[in-house]
């Protein structure tokens, strides 16, 4: 009997050793998921900036089309809502990343003020990135994740996990849902202004559980995900990022502007009373052209390729987007 009541002992320590700590998977008790159509954003990224990552990086050597980097989706898939499709997205590769920004400032406010979606099949399957927020575009810092996950053996992408055993990592949810981000969790620092974010950055957490190549949550702990994924579509696959706080000081409502013709074929011209900054940008996220603003300004659009391009207009710290589309 005494035996018996032992090995009841060590399973239920074991148990706790490899508890779920955190929320669990959407449409269950405990959830903080948010669905994709809810109507608690208010806006969407409007800019990225993608580094590419390796296929695997435990073999830089192995390449797929001559390229040993992941090339599925294009960046402007990551922009505006979420679609939920598992498709419309694109692929960072291991330890590949993404900057993005937005129309509004994010703000800390009460709850989760952000959500990121990534577009995992199942709810036991996750791909994983850190998160880190700037509001200068040079300073970031990352949110403290935690991951319980064991890392005695290796997740694969034929093995499962359990959201409940992350926390505060992007990719935590399947297709649909976002996993959402409070920027309270952040700890104070004079670089970092909580009311003003202005950059999201995610950085694809590499799940292997060998060191030389893993990476680590805040406690330290090496993150244990799927690994490896030496496919064009391998790592963390970028979906969408939604702000649920944000502030008009970032906002068209605060500027009275006018520009014509759009679509354009030579010339825009642009009316707006004061001084501003303006910058082009084509759909590549490439600067094409920058001007400085006084009262009206026109740009001569004659030598641009036919698509479509991105007017960023800055005005005492305000900032407006509007699309131009070019014949």
Request: charged content about 15%.
């Given at each position: 009997?005494?035996?018996?009541?032992?090995?009841?002992?060590?399973?239920?320590?074991?148990?706790?050793?490899?508890?779920?700590?955190?929320?669990?998977?959407?449409?269950?008790?405990?959830?903080?998921?948010?669905?994709?159509?809810?109507?608690?954003?208010?806006?969407?990224?409007?800019?990225?900036?993608?580094?590419?990552?390796?296929?695997?990086?435990?073999?830089?050597?192995?390449?797929?089309?001559?390229?040993?980097?992941?090339?599925?989706?294009?960046?402007?898939?990551?922009?505006?809502?979420?679609?939920?499709?598992?498709?419309?997205?694109?692929?960072?590769?291991?330890?590949?990343?993404?900057?993005?920004?937005?129309?509004?400032?994010?703000?800390?406010?009460?709850?989760?003020?952000?959500?990121?979606?990534?577009?995992?099949?199942?709810?036991?399957?996750?791909?994983?990135?850190?998160?880190?927020?700037?509001?200068?575009?040079?300073?970031?810092?990352?949110?403290?994740?935690?991951?319980?996950?064991?890392?005695?053996?290796?997740?694969?992408?034929?093995?499962?996990?359990?959201?409940?055993?992350?926390?505060?990592?992007?990719?935590?949810?399947?297709?649909?849902?976002?996993?959402?981000?409070?920027?309270?969790?952040?700890?104070?620092?004079?670089?970092?202004?909580?009311?003003?974010?202005?950059?999201?950055?995610?950085?694809?957490?590499?799940?292997?559980?060998?060191s030389l190549y893993g990476?680590?949550?805040?406690?330290?702990?090496?993150?244990?995900?799927?690994?490896?994924?030496?496919?064009?579509?391998?790592?963390?696959?970028?979906?969408?990022?939604?702000?649920?706080?944000?502030?008009?000081?970032?906002?068209?409502?605060?500027?009275?502007?006018?520009?014509?013709?759009?679509?354009?074929?030579?010339?825009?011209?642009?009316?707006?009373?004061?001084?501003?900054?303006?910058?082009?940008?084509?759909?590549?996220?490439?600067?094409?052209?920058?001007?400085?603003?006084l009262n009206s300004t026109?740009?001569?659009?004659?030598?641009?390729?036919?698509?479509?391009?991105?007017?960023?207009?800055?005005?005492?710290?305000?900032?407006?987007?509007?699309?131009?589309?070019?014949?």
């Amino acid at each position: 009997m005494n035996k018996l009541f032992f090995y009841i002992f060590l399973i239920l320590n074991s148990l706790s050793v490899f508890s779920q700590s955190f929320h669990s998977a959407p449409g269950t008790p405990g959830t903080n998921a948010i669905k994709k159509d809810s109507a608690c954003f208010v806006a969407w990224a409007n800019n990225i900036e993608i580094k590419r990552g390796f296929l695997t990086i435990a073999d830089t050597l192995f390449t797929i089309n001559n390229s040993n980097k992941v090339d599925f989706g294009i960046p402007q898939m990551a922009l505006g809502p979420a679609e939920g499709d598992g498709s419309s997205v694109v692929s960072l590769g291991d330890n590949g990343s993404a900057i993005l920004t937005f129309p509004l400032f994010i703000t800390d406010q009460t709850g989760a003020d952000f959500a990121i979606f990534e577009n995992s099949f199942s709810d036991n399957y996750m791909e994983l990135a850190h998160v880190e927020v700037s509001s200068d575009g040079i300073h970031f810092f990352r949110f403290p994740s935690v991951s319980e996950q064991p890392t005695t053996i290796q997740l694969t992408n034929f093995t499962y996990s359990d959201c409940r055993m992350v926390n505060n990592l992007a990719g935590k949810y399947r297709a649909g849902f976002g996993t959402p981000f409070d920027l309270a969790d952040l700890s104070d620092n004079p670089l970092l202004n909580k009311q003003a974010i202005t950059h999201v950055k995610l950085i694809d957490a590499v799940g292997s559980i060998d060191s030389l190549y893993g990476t680590t949550d805040a406690n330290g702990t090496l993150i244990n995900d799927a690994f490896p994924t030496p496919f064009a579509s391998g790592g963390f696959d970028l979906d969408a990022v939604g702000i649920i706080h944000g502030t008009l000081g970032f906002s068209e409502d605060l500027i009275d502007f006018d520009f014509f013709p759009n679509p354009v074929i030579d010339n825009i011209h642009l009316i707006l009373d004061g001084t501003a900054s303006i910058e082009i940008k084509d759909v590549h996220n490439k600067t094409i052209a920058t001007f400085t603003h006084l009262n009206s300004t026109t740009i001569n659009c004659s030598e641009w390729q036919s698509g479509c391009y991105q007017l960023t207009i800055t005005k005492d710290s305000q900032l407006i987007s509007r699309k131009i589309v070019k014949l």
